[in-house]
């Protein structure tokens, strides 16, 4: 958590710390804070970001930008069109390529990258959270 007395040194602080992202313009932007980001869409060269609570924001980079961003992190481009935080998944089923996500949403995995999405779980299986459907 953030804590700032000088309201003028909110944006810079905000901008410098790592756990949260500037969707927009700098002077008309809405940060977000990249644990509540459930996946994100690609949409030509746009991004639908979809959050927890149900709502989306647009964004206008491509999804790529955001794997590069989140390259460090807890995120898996799954698909040409998505790329999911991994720390919201609750199950993968390998056999259907599908990725099932908090709130109930079913996600496709590309055949291209089914294989590696299985050794990631498989390398991470003791700390993870979800489940592999057999």
């Known amino acids: 958590m953030i804590v700032i007395k000088d309201k003028k040194n909110i944006k810079k602080a ?3 710390n790592e756990n949260y992202l500037l969707v927009g313009t700098k002077n008309q932007g809405e ?3 990249k644990s ?3 996946y994100m869409e690609a949409s030509e060269c746009y991004s639908w970001i979809y959050l927890i ?3 989306k924001v647009i964004s206008c980079k491509a999804i790529g930008y955001y794997q590069e961003l989140f390259l460090d992190m807890n995120f898996s481009r799954i698909h040409r069109s998505y790329l999911i935080n991994l720390s919201h998944l609750k199950l993968y089923e ?3 390529r599908l990725v099932h996500l908090k709130g109930d949403i079913v996600l496709p995995v590309s055949h291209r990258k089914n294989r590696a999405i299985s050794k990631m779980i498989h ?3 003791s700390n993870t959270p979800f489940k592999m459907a057999v």
């Open 36 to 38: 509540q980001i459930l």
């Open 31 to 33: 940060y977000l804070k």
């Open 53 to 55: 609570d149900g709502s």
């Open 123 to 125: 390398n991470q299986k």
């Open 14 to 16: 905000l901008q410098n």
């Open 94 to 96: 390998p056999r259907y």
